[in-house]
T-cell receptor, first 114, second 115 residues
Framework: AQTVTQSQPEMSVQEAETVTLSCTYD???????LFWYKQPPSRQMILVIR??????QNATENRFSVNFQKAAKSFSLKISDSQLGDAAMYFCAYRSGRDDKIIFGKGTRLHILP | DTGVSQNPRHKITKRGQNVTFRCDPISEHNRLYWYRQTLGQGPEFLTYFQNEAQLEKSRLLSDRFSAERPKGSFSTLEIQRTEQGDSAMYLC?????????????FGEGSWLTVV
């Protein structure tokens, strides 16, 4: 079975600084997607960024980028120029190519310090 | 497009009572997912549908839980004889078609408190 591990329950970063959230996963599949979702205090889950496993190039979305290391099964999220609105729970997620289910990690709570 | 809608947003019930949550997916999304999330944890997969067909149920879903999606539109999640351990947020999500390229969109969730 696939698993997703986020080893940092909480992190803090100064406003305008850069922070990296870690995620590792375990799978025997070769075809899958990886995601980072953001869950603000309002609780609605929002997609931040996604990465296709077959692509070597790391995905970027404005201030958000990932470091995808397929062999190491690592998928970290880098947030540049952190803003107060980035404060939220961040979940790393794996979507199976076999059955379309998404499996989430336990999350990292990100605090932005003004 | 109004997004994924869940009702009620909050429900307080006494132990032993039955509760039902409703999810209206984004129009024409044929995949619909249910997840459960407790405080400090990530969402846990419960079940999902392709149109009206229920594809899989998690082992987390005991016999007291049932989900339906009649006519492939809205879905309901019913919990019978609620227990305090059922207290959680129940998240619904939908996706336009099967396949990884399509983003899953989440609703705001339905909070259940069993007292």
């Amino acid at each position: 079975a696939q698993t997703v591990t986020q080893s940092q329950p909480e992190m803090s970063v100064q406003e305008a600084e850069t922070v990296t959230l870690s995620c590792t996963y375990d799978t025997s599949e070769s075809d899958y997607y990886l995601f980072w979702y953001k869950q603000p205090p309002s609780r609605q889950m929002i997609l931040v960024i996604r990465q296709e496993a077959y692509k070597q190039q790391n995905a970027t979305e404005n201030r958000f980028s990932v470091n995808f290391q397929k062999a190491a099964k690592s998928f970290s999220l880098k947030i540049s120029d952190s803003q107060l609105g980035d404060a939220a729970m961040y979940f790393c997620a794996y979507r199976s190519g076999r059955d379309d289910k998404i499996i989430f990690g336990k999350g990292t709570r990100l605090h932005i310090l003004p | 497009d109004t997004g994924v809608s869940q009702n009620p947003r909050h429900k307080i019930t006494k132990r032993g009572q039955n509760v039902t949550f409703r999810c209206d997916p984004i129009s024409e999304h044929n995949r619909l997912y249910w997840y459960r999330q407790t405080l400090g944890q990530g969402p846990e997969f419960l079940t999902y549908f392709q149109n009206e067909a229920q594809l899989e149920k998690s082992r987390l879903l005991s016999d007291r839980f049932s989900a339906e999606r009649p006519k492939g539109s809205f879905s309901t999640l019913e919990i019978q004889r609620t227990e305090q351990g059922d207290s959680a947020m129940y998240l619904c999500a939908s996706s336009p078609v099967a396949g990884m390229r399509n983003t899953i969109y989440f609703g705001e969730g339905s909070w259940l408190t069993v007292v």
